[in-house]
Structures are given as C-alpha cells and as structure tokens.
C-alpha cells in the first residue's frame, strides 16, 4: 500500500480517521495525503450565485492543525486542499494522488440527511476505485 488519503476536517470522526491513516501508514511505511474540503453549495438565488459554506482558508487552517499532529507523531504527509462536494473532492484528490487507500471518519446521519445523499462517507463508497475504510 503505497499512498494513504484521509479527509480531515477537525471533527471527532475525522480527527479518529487521521489517527488510524497515521498507524497505517506508519506500519506500512505509505505515502500520506491530508485533505480537507472546503464545500461549495449553489445558491438558487439570483444568478445561481456560488456560497463557500466555509472558506478555503479555514480548510487550509485545518490542514496545518493536521500538520502539528503528524509532526508530533514524526510522520510527514503531503497537504492537499479541496473545493467542491466533499464526496467528489475526496474522491478526484484519491485518483489524482493514485490512492491505494481513503480513510474517512463518519457519523450516523439522521434519514432526511440520508435520503438527500448529505452522507459524504457513502459518496465516496459509491465513487472511489480504490479500497476505502470508513472509521467510526
């Protein structure tokens, strides 16, 4: 397994993703690459207006937060930020990076969320084309 992506955010979930990403890769001795995806949702406003839910640079806040982790854990990793659908972003940063493997974090979403397909962990399950785990 020669490169790892895990999608960080600084949630719970993903906070646990990143920390079994790092016993993998430090076991394995993989390629790591943080990613953290700054959402972007089409308003139906006037014009179809584009609204950043959160900004790149808060993603890019996230990532250096990821970085003071993995250098207190003395693992090196690539930084990857992304914008767009989390699922999609995540996805196109595995194939671009040649990902062996996702490790994404989830939490239980409740069934309206479901059924609107705001699960970003079955996103990527349904997309990926690499292996995919899915930490809880």
Same mark, same amino acid.
């Given at each position: 397994?020669? @490169? #790892?992506?895990?999608?960080?955010?600084?949630?719970?979930?993903?906070? %646990?993703?990143?920390? %079994?990403?790092?016993? #993998?890769?430090?076991?394995?001795?993989? %390629?790591?690459?943080? @990613?953290?995806?700054?959402?972007?949702?089409?308003?139906?406003? %006037?014009?179809? *207006? /584009?609204?950043?839910? +959160? @900004?790149?640079?808060?993603?890019? $806040?996230?990532?250096?937060? *990821?970085?003071?982790?993995?250098?207190?854990?003395?693992?090196? $990793?690539?930084?990857?930020?992304? /914008?767009?659908?989390? +699922?999609?972003? /995540?996805?196109?940063? $595995?194939?671009?990076? =040649?990902?062996?493997?996702? &490790?994404?974090?989830?939490?239980? &979403?409740?069934?309206?969320?479901? $059924?609107?397909?705001? =699960? &970003? =962990?079955?996103?990527?399950?349904?997309?990926?084309?690499? +292996?995919?785990? #899915?930490?809880?």
């Amino acid at each position: 397994m020669k @490169t #790892i992506v895990v999608a960080y955010d600084e949630t719970p979930e993903s906070e %646990r993703a990143l920390e %079994r990403a790092v016993t #993998i890769a430090g076991a394995l001795g993989s %390629r790591l690459v943080v @990613t953290s995806v700054a959402p972007v949702v089409v308003s139906p406003g %006037r014009g179809g *207006a /584009i609204d950043a839910t +959160d @900004t790149p640079a808060d993603h890019v $806040a996230e990532l250096k937060h *990821a970085r003071e982790y993995l250098d207190g854990q003395g693992l090196q $990793a690539d930084y990857v930020p992304a /914008i767009g659908h989390p +699922d999609v972003a /995540i996805v196109e940063v $595995a194939k671009e990076q =040649s990902a062996d493997l996702v &490790v994404i974090g989830t939490r239980e &979403v409740g069934l309206v969320k479901r $059924a609107l397909g705001q =699960s &970003v =962990s079955e996103g990527v399950a349904h997309h990926v084309e690499c +292996d995919l785990l #899915i930490v809880h």
